[in-house]
């Protein structure tokens, strides 16, 4: 039987501690369909680790014990139990996993899982661990295939032809993912999301308002800002909205875009952006804010309407599309592309702002959301050029790869944890996951304020490749309060369980992962504070924010 299914019982034995691992807390919680996705491809892993572990011994320890085979019924026998063990520590580790799950949702306020609804983790993770298994089985029949062929026609050595046919695999594999696959895949997509670009929601109608992108004032046509862009100069509160709602007299908000297609090139499109904002007269408003978008073109309404709010629609809020892709496929495939964009973006607006006469100039804010955050800070060569080009900065989400943020939380103050940061007393830079924080520690907070918004259980601040081999500090020091306090490091494991947290980071309830809703308001009220500013203002706004973004959620 055993021979038939050519089980590895190493393998098997290692499988099973992979998938045990997997499934222990993460920093996001997962229903069982997405677990047991993770853990069949973690346990797969395994498997194979497994098989050159008892590969190794056999070929380089055991010749050298001339210990005889046992019997068979032994043999038979201790496999038996080793599957019996596997299959029962699983059920085992799933019971427990069930537990940890309803721990972690409850610290979100989310709604836990059931044990028996968990435990159906355990038969996708079989299959998709089989499935891994055998797409590998098939590789190495392909190897051993090129390894007869090689001895056959080339006349290599038989001894030799197994390795010259597994480096061939090797380096056919590695030549066509780096190369005509990566490229074929990342081109796919480029062109999938274009087509998406094209889309239009039903909720956003070209806007009427000269203030507005797209419009038909404007020099950015409305077909050419792409979806996102359309989305973003259509949304937001008019003047006649933004009075109603407060109770003041408001200015019309300005909201300029330039999209990919707006211009011939990334120049000539910040500059199509610079002229809108002066067609608008945004250089005459109160506050003038520059966003870097996220991979599509993605600008958070929710911030952008905080300010409009703020301020009475006394501001200017301009972005530009750097891609068609989603931020996790930008990362991956051309991460200078939002360094060059934001940088780009911020010079030629920051050109014309310093052209004016200081008192005849808006006040100027940078702004970044996740992938968006680490373009922003691209336009600054580090914090003392970043304190003379603006009154202010902020940055929610920031990836760990972040070059200036990474000086910051490197450089903390000591006794200050990794997942809140204190840098030199917050006299300029202060980290916040709630809205507690930016008010800590409780010194002077000089102008110009640097905010970043990151909370403990957000995986796309924390996810490094330094997973891999290193346990983090945010693990081994105190932890945030929606951290699960069962989370440990292991090798690797670590690495591959947050990276698959990504996915997930804005599934969960606000104030934790990737989601941090009104903080924003929290935020901008602490770096650009209005003249007269109120906790009573603070939570009308709120308030509104959160209309804003039932009704967004219900018509997108």
Same mark, same amino acid.
């Given at each position: 039987?055993?021979?038939?299914?050519?089980?590895?019982?190493?393998?098997?034995?290692?499988?099973?501690?992979?998938?045990?691992?997997s499934v222990t807390p993460s920093l996001l919680p997962r229903d069982w369909m997405f677990q047991g996705l993770i853990s069949g491809i973690n346990a797969a892993m395994g498997y194979g680790f497994g098989c050159v572990? !008892?590969?190794?011994?056999?070929?380089?320890?055991?010749?050298?014990?001339?210990?005889?085979?046992?019997?068979?019924?032994?043999?038979?026998?201790?496999?038996?139990?080793?599957?019996?063990?596997?299959?029962?520590?699983?059920?085992?580790?799933?019971?427990?996993?069930?537990?940890? !799950?309803?721990?972690?949702?409850?610290?979100?306020?989310?709604?836990?899982?059931?044990?028996?609804?968990?435990?159906?983790?355990?038969?996708?993770?079989?299959?998709?661990?089989?499935?891994?298994?055998?797409?590998?089985?098939?590789?190495?029949?392909?190897?051993?295939?090129?390894?007869?062929?090689?001895?056959?026609?080339?006349?290599?050595?038989?001894?030799?032809?197994?390795?010259?046919?597994?480096?061939?695999?090797?380096?056919?594999?590695?030549?066509?993912?780096?190369?005509?696959?990566?490229?074929?895949?990342?081109?796919?997509?480029?062109?999938?999301?274009?087509?998406?670009?094209?889309?239009?929601?039903?909720?956003?109608?070209?806007?009427?308002?000269?203030?507005?992108?797209?419009?038909?004032?404007?020099?950015?046509?409305?077909?050419?800002?792409?979806?996102?862009?359309?989305?973003?100069?259509?949304?937001?509160?008019?003047?006649?909205?933004?009075?109603?709602?407060?109770?003041?007299?408001?200015?019309?908000?300005?909201?300029?875009?330039?999209?990919?297609?707006?211009? !011939?090139?990334?120049?000539?499109?910040?500059?199509?952006?610079?002229?809108?904002?002066?067609?608008?007269?945004?250089?005459?408003?109160?506050?003038?804010?520059?966003?870097?978008?996220?991979?599509?073109?993605?600008?958070?309404?929710?911030?952008?309407?905080?300010?409009?709010?703020?301020?009475?629609?006394?501001?200017?809020?301009?972005?530009?599309? /750097?891609? /068609?892709?989603?931020?996790?496929?930008?990362?991956?495939?051309?991460?200078?592309?939002?360094?060059?964009?934001?940088?780009?973006?911020?010079?030629?607006?920051?050109?014309?702002?310093?052209?004016?006469?200081?008192?005849?100039?808006?006040?100027?804010?940078?702004?970044?959301?996740?992938?968006?955050?680490?373009?922003?800070?691209?336009?600054?060569?580090?914090?003392?050029?970043?304190?003379?080009?603006?009154?202010?900065?902020?940055?929610?989400?920031?990836?760990?790869?972040?070059?200036?943020?990474?000086?910051?939380?490197?450089?903390?103050?000591?006794?200050?944890?990794?997942?809140?940061?204190? /840098?030199?007393?917050?006299?300029?830079?202060?980290?916040?996951?709630?809205?507690?924080?930016?008010?800590?520690?409780?010194?002077?907070?000089?102008?110009?304020?640097?905010?970043?918004? !990151?909370?403990?259980?957000?995986?796309?601040?924390?996810?490094?490749?330094?997973?891999?081999?290193?346990?983090?500090?945010?693990?081994?020091?105190?932890?945030?309060?929606?951290?699960?306090?069962?989370?440990?490091?292991?090798?690797?494991?670590?690495?591959?369980?947050?990276?698959?947290?990504?996915?997930?980071?804005?599934?969960?309830?606000?104030?934790?992962?990737?989601? /941090?809703?009104?903080?924003?308001?929290?935020?901008?009220?602490?770096?650009?504070?209005?003249?007269?500013?109120?906790?009573?203002?603070?939570?009308?706004?709120?308030?509104?924010?959160?209309?804003?973004?039932?009704?967004?959620?219900?018509?997108?």
């Open positions: 039987m055993w021979r038939v299914i050519d089980l590895n019982f190493v393998g098997l034995v290692v499988a099973g501690l992979f998938f045990a691992w572990l !008892q590969w190794l011994f056999r070929s380089l320890v055991l010749p050298k014990l001339r210990i005889s085979d046992p019997p068979q019924w032994v043999s038979n026998s201790v496999r038996l139990a080793v599957v019996v063990t596997v299959v029962a520590g699983s059920a085992y580790m799933l019971i427990q996993a069930a537990h940890w !799950q309803r721990e972690l949702t409850a610290l979100m306020g989310m709604e836990g899982t059931t044990t028996p609804a968990y435990l159906r983790t355990g038969a996708l993770s079989f299959a998709v661990a089989a499935a891994v298994v055998a797409a590998f089985r098939t590789v190495r029949e392909m190897v051993r295939w090129t390894a007869k062929a090689l001895n056959r026609w080339v006349r290599i050595p038989r001894a030799l032809a197994p390795t010259a046919g597994f480096v061939i695999m090797v380096f056919l594999t590695v030549t066509l993912v780096n190369g005509v696959l990566s490229t074929a895949l990342f081109a796919v997509a480029n062109s999938a999301f274009s087509v998406r670009n094209d889309l239009t929601s039903p909720a956003a109608v070209q806007p009427d308002l000269p203030e507005r992108s797209g419009s038909p004032a404007s020099l950015a046509k409305w077909e050419t800002l792409g979806s996102e862009g359309r989305w973003f100069v259509s949304q937001g509160l008019d003047a006649a909205q933004l009075g109603l709602l407060t109770g003041r007299v408001a200015q019309e908000p300005i909201r300029v875009y330039a999209g990919l297609e707006s211009a !011939q090139n990334p120049e000539a499109q910040a500059e199509l952006a610079v002229a809108e904002l002066e067609r608008t007269g945004a250089f005459d408003r109160a506050v003038l804010v520059v966003v870097t978008t996220t991979g599509t073109g993605w600008v958070n309404t929710n911030s952008a309407s905080a300010i409009e709010l703020m301020y009475g629609g006394n501001s200017a809020i301009v972005a530009t599309q /750097y891609s /068609y892709l989603p931020s996790v496929l930008s990362f991956l495939a051309d991460r200078t592309k939002v360094a060059d964009a934001g940088k780009l973006l911020f010079d030629k607006v920051h050109e014309h702002w310093a052209a004016r006469p200081e008192g005849q100039r808006p006040k100027l804010y940078v702004y970044g959301e996740s992938l968006g955050s680490q373009g922003s800070e691209a336009a600054f060569d580090g914090i003392a050029d970043l304190r003379t080009k603006v009154d202010g900065a902020l940055w929610v989400g920031p990836p760990n790869s972040n070059r200036i943020w990474e000086q910051f939380v490197s450089r903390r103050d000591p006794g200050s944890p990794e997942a809140e940061p204190v /840098y030199a007393d917050g006299l300029v830079v202060r980290f916040a996951g709630d809205a507690g924080d930016l008010s800590h520690p409780a010194g002077p907070w000089l102008a110009p304020r640097v905010a970043y918004l !990151q909370h403990a259980s957000d995986p796309i601040v924390w996810w490094s490749p330094d997973l891999l081999f290193e346990r983090p500090d945010w693990l081994s020091e105190d932890r945030g309060s929606d951290v699960s306090p069962d989370m440990t490091w292991r090798p690797f494991v670590t690495f591959w369980q947050v990276a698959a947290d990504l996915t997930n980071a804005q599934g969960v309830s606000d104030g934790h992962g990737h989601n /941090y809703g009104t903080l924003v308001l929290d935020a901008w009220a602490a770096v650009a504070t209005p003249p007269d500013w109120s906790a009573q203002r603070m939570e009308q706004i709120r308030a509104i924010l959160v209309m804003l973004a039932d009704r967004e959620q219900d018509v997108k």
